[in-house]
Every structure is written in structure tokens, then in C-alpha cells.
């Protein structure tokens, strides 16, 4: 029995593909050698590939794809640089649950530091006299004075060593 | 996530250790001069305290042996060589608001030829002589600057 072209067309174009069965490979073929429409058709698919196939080989061979990559990395490099305000939020950009851990020590912290260097900033004038105390004065081996003068507010102490031979023979 | 985290409470931490550190330090200037009769030079670098020296002793002559800048933390002695055979021991033993408690022993071959405690005002010096030393004597000048 003939095949006829109507039930052969359906699967011409998968066997152009090359995607038939052995069994439809099989019935177009025979179907082929009796059909010179069907070898028509067949022969119109394939100069229709050769006439895509070379116009596209053609371009991909001209295209530059290094260049292509080149433009990409620059424009990568073009995006808008982050200020430092944006990389610091980005960095402390933990999950809801940690912003708020993070957040209380960092501001404890700050207050913390913001009353010690207030303090220090406006420090008082002493309220101690100027002064230099002597507390306590001794020694196991020689005599000392004390004395404080009030002008020039000055206090020494005086330690009245004996002479080296003396300490040596002692 | 958690490094992050523990990242930055160690930052802060560490900041607020270092911060109160820095602050229970006092500096104090530390000067040894050696005061005799040999010449007439006066060390331009004692200039600031030349007229207290000059109102007090009859020397012509004081030399700056050597200046140390201290920090001192509390309770923890710092020993500098005064010159040879005697060292200096300066400990910060209180701080008040306005006026640092410093122990100062003068040591020499292990024995304490001065002890005592001193309370220093910010700029306030107090001089510390008599230690022998080649024709004349050695004066300590401590100064406490905070």
C-alpha cells in the first residue's frame, strides 16, 4: 500500500531532524523513492537550512565576544559606588531579630562614650587647691626634711644621704 | 550572621575596656637633675622649673640626667634606673577628681632610703633631692599632668 503524502508530511520535517523512529524512517524513505513531490519538499527544507545555516555561521564567526564581555565588566564597574553610610547599613543588615541586638549595645555604647568624653570636655576647674601633699615621709637609712613653701608653692623633700664611705663601712 | 554579631559586641567591648583603661592612667613627667657647684649651667629644658630650684637651693648648676613620661595605672609600680645604684618606684595608689596619690621610693642596694606619699595636684611638682651623685646631688622632680 502507498503511502499517501498527506500522512507522510506529518512526519517529513522530524525526519529532515533526524528525530523519526526506524519504523517511520522506514516509511518515509519508501515513500520517497515513489514520491517526487515529497523529494521536493524534502530538498526545499534543506536549502532553506543551507540558507539560514551559512548567514548565521557568518555572524557568529564576526561577533566579538570578548568585546561583548568587556562592556559588560564596564558597565559592572560603572554601577554607583555605595557610600560608606550605604556599606555600614548594608553590613549591620542582619535578619529583624539581630537588628535589635545589635542596635542596643552599639547606641549604649555611644551614650556611654558621649558622657565620658563630655566629661572630660567640660571638666570643671579643680576644686582642690593647687596644691602637692606630702602624706607620709620616711626611710630606714638616712634623715629627710619636708618642707612647703607658699611662694613659689613648691614642696621638697630633702634626703640628707650620708657619704659613701660612711654607708660602706656602716 | 553570628560572626557579625559577636564581631561587634567585641568591638564594643573592647572599646569601652580601652576607653576606661586610657582614662584610669595619669601621666606624670619625671625628671632626675643633678644639681652641684661645679659651673654655671642651667639646662634650657629646666627652665620651667629653674626659678623654684634657683629660690630654694644654692647650687650654679643644674643638669637634666634624664625625663621620663609616665603612665601610670593604678596600684601598678613603675621602676626607672634614677641613676646609678638607686631606682625609682612610682606607684599610682588613688586618684580623686582632681588630684592623684602617688607612692614614690627611692631604692637603693634593695633598701628603701625614701618612702612616701605624695598628693598632686594637675602641673603641681614635687621635688624630691639629696641622693648623691659626683660632686653634687640628684634632685627628682615629679610632676603629675592630667
Not at chain 2, 582632681?98 to 595636684?121: C, F, H, M, W
Request: proline share 5%; net charge positive.
Amino acid at each position: 500500500m502507498r503511502n499517501s503524502c498527506s500522512s507522510v508530511s506529518t512526519v517529513l520535517e522530524k525526519y529532515f531532524d533526524q528525530e523519526v523512529t526506524d519504523e517511520e524512517r522506514f516509511l518515509v524513505e519508501g515513500h520517497l523513492q515513489d514520491c517526487p513531490a515529497c523529494r521536493d519538499a524534502l530538498k526545499s527544507m534543506e536549502e532553506l537550512r543551507t540558507l539560514m545555516k551559512v548567514p548565521v555561521e557568518e555572524a557568529v564567526q564576526k561577533e566579538d565576544f570578548p568585546w561583548v564581555w568587556q562592556k559588560i565588566e564596564r558597565e559592572i564597574r560603572l554601577q554607583k559606588k555605595r557610600t560608606w553610610w550605604q556599606s555600614l547599613r548594608s553590613w549591620l543588615d542582619v535578619t529583624p531579630l539581630f537588628k535589635r541586638k545589635i542596635w542596643i549595645p552599639a547606641v549604649a555604647t555611644v551614650v556611654v562614650l558621649l558622657l565620658i568624653s563630655t566629661q572630660i570636655i567640660f571638666k570643671k576647674t579643680p576644686s582642690y587647691p593647687d596644691v602637692s601633699v606630702v602624706e607620709y615621709v620616711e626611710s630606714q637609712s638616712d634623715n629627710v626634711m619636708v618642707y612647703q613653701l607658699e611662694e613659689p608653692k613648691v614642696t621638697v623633700i630633702w634626703l640628707f644621704e650620708g657619704p659613701e664611705e660612711e654607708r660602706t663601712t656602716t | 550572621m553570628k560572626k557579625r554579631v559577636f564581631l561587634l559586641t567585641a568591638f564594643f567591648v573592647c572599646s569601652l575596656f580601652f576607653i576606661s583603661t586610657a582614662l584610669a592612667q595619669v601621666p606624670v613627667r619625671m625628671r632626675i637633675i643633678q644639681a652641684s657647684n661645679a659651673g654655671q649651667n642651667i639646662d634650657p629644658s629646666l627652665k620651667d622649673v629653674h626659678k623654684e630650684l634657683g629660690s630654694l637651693f644654692s647650687f650654679t648648676s643644674y643638669r637634666l640626667l634624664r625625663e621620663e613620661n609616665l603612665r601610670l595605672s593604678p596600684n601598678q609600680p613603675v621602676t626607672i634606673t634614677a641613676h646609678p645604684g638607686r631606682f625609682l618606684e612610682v606607684t599610682l595608689v588613688g586618684m580623686q577628681r582632681d588630684a592623684a596619690r602617688l607612692k614614690i621610693r627611692v631604692i637603693r642596694e634593695g633598701k628603701d632610703i625614701l618612702d612616701t606619699q605624695v598628693r598632686l595636684s594637675p602641673g603641681r611638682t614635687v621635688l624630691i633631692g639629696g641622693p648623691r651623685h659626683g660632686e653634687g646631688v640628684v634632685i627628682y622632680a615629679v610632676s603629675a599632668r592630667f
